[in-house]
């Protein structure tokens, strides 16, 4: 399932004038031609999608926050912002942005994730954005940090990988 279409086509809708129940009916429709079967909830600050696989919301912009089930012993970067979640069945996506220089953010990020337990697997860089690559038990974890118009953006996945 394309959530990132399902996702665009939700706030083009919200954004030409459609009430949000006329546009849950839509995506719950769009949904059934692919063949999911789906609850489309547009309320609040986020988009939530129940199907028989799981929940998957999405929050973006100023109501924005770190979700409940984000996991315990994966660092955020302390004094960011908030831009954009996502959470999916096995996973979940952050979207942060501090004014804190990319070097910072980076040490912080090697520090916190190896004290809570999570292995490096990979790191690079090329210049202005950084990625590495983590491993714990069974889960994974990316964390992308980029300087973006004078601020560090910080992107952090994790995925179960069971």
């Known amino acids: 399932m394309n959530y990132v279409v399902i996702t665009l086509m939700v706030a083009g809708l919200l954004l030409t004038g459609c009430g949000k129940k006329a546009v849950e009916k839509m995506v719950e429709a769009r949904m059934a031609k692919q063949g999911v079967k789906a609850k ?83 790191n690079m860089n090329q210049g202005g954005t950084s990625m590495a690559a983590y491993k714990k038990d069974q889960r994974t974890a990316s964390v992308v940090v980029a300087s973006v118009d004078q601020k560090t953006q910080i992107t952090i996945t994790v995925a179960e990988n069971k």
């Not at 999405?58 to 954009?84: C, H, L, N, R, W």
């Not at 190896?114 to 990979?122: D, N, P, S």
């Open 40 to 122: 489309v909830d547009l309320s609040g600050e986020q988009v939530t999608i129940q199907t028989k696989d799981g929940t998957s919301t999405f929050s973006g912009g100023k109501g924005a926050k770190v979700p409940d089930t984000f996991p315990k012993d994966v660092f955020v970067y302390p004094g960011a912002t908030v831009m954009a979640s996502v959470t999916v069945p096995k996973g979940c996506n952050l979207v942060l942005e501090t004014k804190d220089d990319l070097e910072k953010v980076l040490g912080a990020f090697k520090d916190q994730m190896a004290g809570a337990g999570w292995k490096e697997e990979m």
